[in-house]
């Protein structure tokens, strides 16, 4: 018996049973008579639980094709109903007269409430097959196309393939695995592992000081009396001592912050400074202490900042920092242990090594052609260059690294004094222990040596002759010696910067560089450039005040909004190391603060932020994870493409509305972010609509506001305020200190612009444009280097060479078994045409070297192709046809719910 008799007979029979909501889909009710109706319809060969999702499945997807089919129009006549009635009951003794089904009966019972609810359920069920089956006709496919997807499905592939980072075979097929091999066995000790350091930490916490340091500020902080601000016969009204009333107020709040903000900071320091001082003693401490693992000599320790590594670097075992000033408070460290620097294997360093020994054997190989080049082509390396003296301002003594102290002032005295004797200011440096170098650095082209010396350049272009640049927490003094504007640089300088990539790998003459320039013309026209001024107003949502009022009244205008489906409430923190991982673990697990311990293991953010976030919104494995575990508990590491993840689990959350309380920080924002938007627009508009030159800015706006850009290429963002590129048409038509007629939008809130110069694009002269031909002619030749190199790896494949050896130190050979054509290739966006172009190949294929993004190569060998034939296909195309049926109506289904909001009530 079907569905509709089976149905149709218990509405006969038992007329209409109590029913309440069992589920809702998008607002409209799923009622638990028909939920009972449909749980009696499936077998019982299936358990309860089963039964009971099924039921409520099918009852969901029909009443979500009852919705699609009201909006998109689709009905059921009478007709179809009834001729389904008496299909259904041609034989049922209440419609029959001496066996045959008698019209005139129905027509007589039609109209009663039991059987008119039958036809209604006909026509719901007539109306929802009529409406699976329009769907399923629109997702039809022709024979061609059933062909190319079963093709998909149905095709796999084994292959072995192999990528390239271009920088990494851009070299002489002289240079093998075997001689990097080599190359590792002469030079292991450069590449002993760096020196790690064990820290231990405490937090002196400024939250642990705030009821003093309110009182603090209430005692001490200077009250301003209304009269230091205005006499009083000046207060001509009530509505302006009201005015006048409020700015005391603020004066006083302000006074009384700033104030608040030194006491807390002083009570807090005062205390750090005593726990130094036990922790000096050995005397135990009322705050935790905490080690954070070994630390690499140039890792990281979670939030814990260069300066505080580099510090711990130098210190001896034992010792303890100065308090350092952090956001949550006064921070105290202390190195526990020092690993020297260790022996590695070569498996954990072959990329350095391979890099190294390329680096090394490709210079030394061409050097004698590097140097003949250099000297027959000096003028070509020209570029202006300073002289220089640097003086490290600390000491090095005892293998450590000291700092001035009390006589850092009077050095510097000394210093500034003799800058124009170089050999006593020399002699008086190092009879301070201080270390002095001359330096030559070169203003344009080349690479400086460090990060020094780029600053120390800096300030001699910005016409400073001697000063002090402070690095990293260290300081350097300087004097400018000599300045040339045309300087030959060294070329044992050049060869330690690797500075003739360009240089000498083009070694083609003029006419070859014209004959490049001649055929790509286009591609050397400067740019459209412009300089721009105007007011720029910022979007500041920190300086809006949001009364407590307003928030509440927006919670209750848009509480809808606040539905969350079930949720959690947890803390992530990513850590990069796996013993430091288990670490962190155990401090969390001991009670110990979330945020102390994030402060020396958080090495990075994971993609979602602390607080509560819906189920739904998480990876699958970890919904799985934090739904099975208890609140308030600590889940092991979990490893992840960030590092090693350990959530701490804080309470769930069920389904329903936020309380103005979870919320009031985000409604806050939200309210303050529109009024900032609103505030900067309005203001942004009022200049816009008093100004039609540029000089009408300084009437009507503060210069505070006023900014001027450089001349710089459109298509540039402009450090101002962002991309103007959209502009380009509309700019290039204005006349100087002319409006552009609309306000802009920028990164950071909105601007008035008018057009201060212009220069169109032109074509670029052969000399401006021979830099840039060089550089292209190199790319080239470093790719044809690249594919050469690459080709050889494959002739020496294809003789049976033992792969593993040959791509030891570039990857690896990488084998994929079962690939299809809807798979994708990690790491490669273009894996759909990547297989294509394997498809047309068979068993035994090596592709040639393929380009496969910005600097990567690859190429693959096909191990096994499984094609399908017409023949194959025919034979199984119907049920085949049938199978994507099915498969493409589950799809739009799930498409489809995913746009609804479902309630499940039971």
């Not at 070694?507 to 070859?512: I, L």
Request: charged share 30%; hydrophobic share 35%.
């Amino acid at each position: 018996m079907n569905r509709i008799l089976v149905l149709s007979v218990i509405l006969i029979f038992c007329g209409m049973l109590g029913s309440v909501p069992v589920a809702w889909v998008d607002g409209e009710a799923i009622e638990s008579s028909a939920f009972s109706e449909e749980v009696a319809l499936l077998p019982d060969s299936l358990d309860v639980m089963e039964k009971r999702q099924m039921a409520l499945d099918n009852l969901i997807e029909r009443k979500l094709l009852e919705q699609y089919a009201h909006e998109e129009g689709i009905t059921v006549t009478d007709d179809e109903v009834e001729g389904l009635f008496i299909k259904e009951f041609y034989d049922h003794p209440l419609f029959c007269t001496e066996g045959e089904f008698d019209y005139a009966k129905y027509n007589n019972l039609k109209d009663t409430d039991r059987i008119r609810l039958i036809l209604d359920t006909m026509r719901k069920d007539i109306l929802i097959e009529k409406t699976r089956e329009l769907i399923a006709r629109t997702q039809e496919l022709g024979d061609d196309e059933l062909l190319d997807r079963y093709i998909h499905e149905n095709v796999s592939l084994d292959i072995s393939y192999a990528e390239f980072a271009l920088e990494d075979v851009s070299i002489s097929r002289q240079l093998t695995a075997e001689g990097a091999q080599h190359y590792w066995q002469v030079h292991r000790k450069d590449f002993e592992a760096l020196p790690e350091f064990k820290i231990g930490y405490a937090l002196v916490p400024f939250s642990g000081f705030v009821q003093q340091a309110v009182v603090a500020a209430d005692e001490f902080y200077e009250h301003v009396s209304p009269l230091e601000l205005l006499p009083v016969e000046e207060i001509k009204d009530s509505l302006q001592l009201a005015e006048f009333n409020k700015s005391v107020e603020l004066e006083n709040q302000k006074r009384r912050d700033e104030a608040y903000a030194v006491a807390l900071d002083s009570l807090t320091l005062a205390e750090a400074q005593q726990v130094r001082s036990l922790l000096k003693q050995e005397i135990p401490i009322s705050y935790p202490k905490l080690t954070t693992g070994y630390i690499a000599e140039n890792g990281k320790a979670g939030l814990l900042d260069e300066n505080i590594m580099e510090q711990v670097s130098l210190m001896y075992p034992g010792e303890i920092s100065q308090p350092y000033k952090l956001t949550e408070g006064y921070l105290l460290y202390w190195l526990i242990d020092h690993k020297p620097t260790s022996v590695v294997s070569l498996d954990e360093v072959k990329k350095k090594v391979w890099q190294s020994y390329i680096s090394d054997q490709s210079f030394h190989s061409q050097e004698g052609e590097f140097r003949s080049y250099f000297f027959s082509h000096l003028d070509e390396f020209k570029v202006p260059a300073a002289s220089v003296y640097r003086i490290e301002l600390f000491q090095r003594k005892y293998g450590r690294e000291w700092t001035l102290g009390e006589k850092r002032d009077a050095v510097i005295t000394i210093l500034e004094r003799y800058l124009f004797n170089m050999s006593y200011m020399t002699s008086v440096a190092r009879d301070n222990g201080l270390q002095v170098e001359r330096r030559m650095l070169y203003m344009k082209r080349y690479h400086y040596r460090d990060k020094v010396d780029e600053m120390i350049a800096g300030a001699v272009k910005a016409g400073e002759t001697y000063g002090i640049i402070e690095n990293e927490g260290r300081e350097y003094f300087y004097v400018l010696e000599s300045y040339m504007p045309s300087y030959i640089p060294d070329f044992d300088d050049l060869s330690i910067g690797d500075y003739y990539g360009v240089e000498v790998e083009n070694r083609y003459d003029e006419a070859h560089f014209r004959k490049y320039f001649e055929s790509h013309l286009k591609d050397f026209d400067t740019a459209d450039s412009i300089a721009v001024a105007g007011v720029h107003y910022r979007i500041d949502p920190e300086a809006v005040q949001v009364e407590d009022a307003e928030i509440q009244q927006y919670y209750q205008d848009n509480y809808s909004r606040y539905y969350h489906e079930d949720a959690v409430n947890c803390r992530f923190l990513v850590c990069t190391d796996w013993e430091r991982a288990k670490l962190a673990y155990n401090y969390l697990r001991n009670g110990y603060d979330y945020e102390l311990v994030r402060l020396g293991f958080a090495d990075t953010e994971y993609e979602i932020t602390d607080g509560t976030v819906e189920y739904e919104r998480l990876p699958e494995r970890l919904r799985n994870l934090l739904k099975g575990s208890m609140e308030y508990s600590v889940l092991h590491p979990i490893e992840t493409e960030q590092g090693w993840l350990i959530i701490s689990k804080i309470s769930e959350i069920e389904r329903g509305y936020s309380s103005l309380d979870d919320v009031r920080f985000t409604i806050r924002n939200r309210i303050a972010e529109y009024r900032a938007d609103s505030l900067a627009y309005s203001q942004a508009r009022a200049v816009f609509d008093s100004t039609t030159y540029y000089s009408d800015c300084f009437v009507y706006a503060d210069k505070a506001v006023i900014f001027e850009t450089p001349l710089q290429d459109i298509r540039q963002p402009y450090p101002e305020f962002g991309d103007i590129a959209s502009y380009r048409a509309a700019l290039l038509r204005l006349w100087r200190n002319e409006k552009l007629t609309r306000i802009i939008r920028t990164d950071t809130g909105y601007a008035v612009l008018f057009m201060r110069k212009k220069v169109t694009s032109k074509e670029r002269s052969f000399e401006e444009s021979l830099p840039q031909i060089k550089e292209i002619l190199a790319a080239n030749r470093q790719l044809e280097l690249a594919q050469d190199y690459i080709q050889g790896i494959i002739s020496d494949l294809k003789r049976g060479v033992e792969p593993d050896t040959l791509l030891y130190f570039l990857g690896g050979y990488k084998r994929l078994r079962n690939l299809r054509l809807s798979s994708s290739i990690s790491g490669f966006e273009q894996s759909k045409i990547l297989i294509d172009d394997m498809l047309k190949h068979e068993k035994g294929y090596y592709s040639p070297v393929l380009k496969i993004g910005d600097g990567r190569l690859m190429f693959y060998y096909i191990n096994n192709i499984n094609k399908i034939s017409k023949s194959d296909f025919a034979r199984l195309k119907s049920k085949y046809r049938q199978q994507v049926k099915q498969e493409d109506y589950k799809n739009w289904l799930q498409d489809y719910k995913e746009k609804k909001r479902i309630i499940i009530e039971m």
